[in-house]
């Protein structure tokens, strides 16, 4: 492995951990800064978002959410398994795991899949898509779900 590649694989890793570190603290504008302007994000509700201007729409409508009712006292997203590849010095994908826990324990969980472009020499989210494939019946992300339907 080049010295390129150990520097954009712990930028990379950095970047994944600080979308869930400023997400679980409601630092959404520090968030939307790890994206690039026109970046796209898939979250498996049927649409695109495109643009940061819409990505940040899904986060305060998630804040939005997490606050009617019996609020929880935190939110924790955790990442794991994160296998990066890269296609050349400038572009760059990722598969991770992710489970999310709220004061009443595990509610959600999936997996990310990332595209990241090395842009003006900082590595951006490009491309996200969040793919749930489970949840706590009950629980935020279930009564989410049977909201949309």
């Not at 998630?62 to 572009?91: R, V």
Request: aromatic share 14%; glycine share 8%; hydrophobic share 35%.
């Amino acid at each position: 492995m080049e010295l390129w590649q150990l520097e954009a694989y712990a930028e990379i890793r950095n970047l994944i951990s600080a979308y869930n570190s400023f997400g679980d603290r409601g630092r959404f504008d520090e968030m939307l800064n790890l994206f690039a302007d026109q970046a796209v994000m898939d979250i498996d509700d049927g649409r695109l978002y495109e643009g940061v201007g819409q990505i940040k729409k899904i986060f305060t409508d998630t804040n939005d959410s997490l606050s009617k009712g019996d609020s929880p006292s935190y939110i924790q997203h955790h990442t794991a398994s994160t296998h990066i590849e890269f296609e050349g010095t400038e572009k760059a994908n990722s598969k991770s795991y992710f489970s999310v826990f709220l004061s009443h324990g595990i509610d959600h969980w999936g997996r990310y899949e990332d595209k990241f472009e090395n842009i003006n020499g900082k590595w951006m989210f490009v491309y996200r898509r969040v793919k749930t494939d489970g949840c706590l019946p009950g629980g935020w992300a279930a009564k989410r779900l049977e909201e949309k339907n």
